[in-house]
């Protein structure tokens, strides 16, 4: 284990995904984890008992973090391991189409999950860890948030108000010993990609120089460094993560 021990991190959208990868890792790091998930409650209770058999405490919570309530419940409930030191904002979903058809709903969805979400659960973690000094917050965005992607004009939209999040929240908060930071994956194995027709996923991985899709652990390993000591001096940053698909 290591120094960590007895910190709390907080990880929505951690049933699956990156998200699930972060808290893993931060679990084996020494972190106690308070995660949530949407309606994945199999895939929550794994990670529940993985993490539990790791020796730290974990707390699983169903939330919509669309629903600002139910996050300050959550974030008010996990006080009890002690102050949340690290909060991690993984919760995303897609609904890609060309916008001369995008449906008000699809725009909607992916704005409450995407970009509120990160809003809730920032504004929630906020107070305490001004009132204690120390603190930070790792947004999970998009490289289609820095560089756009066609037919996510919903998704680049959100990922990129999530950018702006971090950047003002960096600037308003660091003078409390506060660190805010995003981190920009590109393509990443997991269910979201999953959904990709073999045709997109191949014309995808022409763009990508390293030839392949990154893993969720290798972005997992990206938080770990931001939540290091390493990263004491790293805030208001863009972390990108992508194989080179943007050069
Ligand atoms: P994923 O495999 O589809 O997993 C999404 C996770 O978010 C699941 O745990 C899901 O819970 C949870 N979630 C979705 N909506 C939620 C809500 N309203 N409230 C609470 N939890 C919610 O997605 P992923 O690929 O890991 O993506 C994770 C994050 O990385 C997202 O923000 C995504 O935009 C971003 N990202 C992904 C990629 C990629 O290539 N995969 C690239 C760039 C950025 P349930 O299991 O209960 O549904």
Request: hydrophobic share 45%; with cysteine; proline share 3%.
């Amino acid at each position: 284990m290591t120094d960590n021990n007895g910190r709390v991190a907080l990880v929505s959208g951690a049933s699956r995904g990156i998200g699930r990868a972060v808290a893993q890792r931060l679990a084996a790091d020494g972190f106690d984890i308070s995660f949530c998930y949407r309606s994945d409650e199999k895939a929550a209770d794994e990670l529940e008992k993985e993490l539990v058999g790791l020796g730290v405490r974990v707390l699983a919570r169903r939330v919509d973090v669309s629903d600002s309530e139910a996050v300050r419940s959550w974030v008010g409930d996990t006080e009890q391991f002690g102050p949340i030191e690290l909060a991690v904002t993984s919760a995303g979903i897609t609904r890609d189409g060309p916008l001369v058809k995008m449906p008000d709903q699809d725009w909607r969805a992916v704005m409450d999950t995407n970009l509120d979400g990160v809003f809730h659960v920032g504004r929630s973690v906020v107070f305490p860890m001004m009132k204690r000094r120390r603190g930070s917050v790792i947004a999970i965005s998009s490289v289609s948030g820095v560089y756009g992607l066609a037919t996510q004009t919903n998704y680049s939209a959100s990922k990129a108000g999530v950018i702006g999040f971090v950047k003002a929240m960096a600037k308003e908060v660091g003078r409390y010993g506060i660190k805010v930071n995003a981190v920009a994956p590109g393509m990443i194995e997991t269910d979201m990609t999953e959904a990709l027709t073999a045709q997109a996923r191949a014309k995808l991985l022409a763009g990508i120089p390293l030839g392949r899709f990154g893993t969720a652990a290798e972005v997992a390993d990206m938080v770990a460094y931001l939540a290091s000591p390493g990263a004491a001096y790293v805030t208001g940053s863009v972390l990108e993560i992508h194989g080179g698909i943007s050069i």
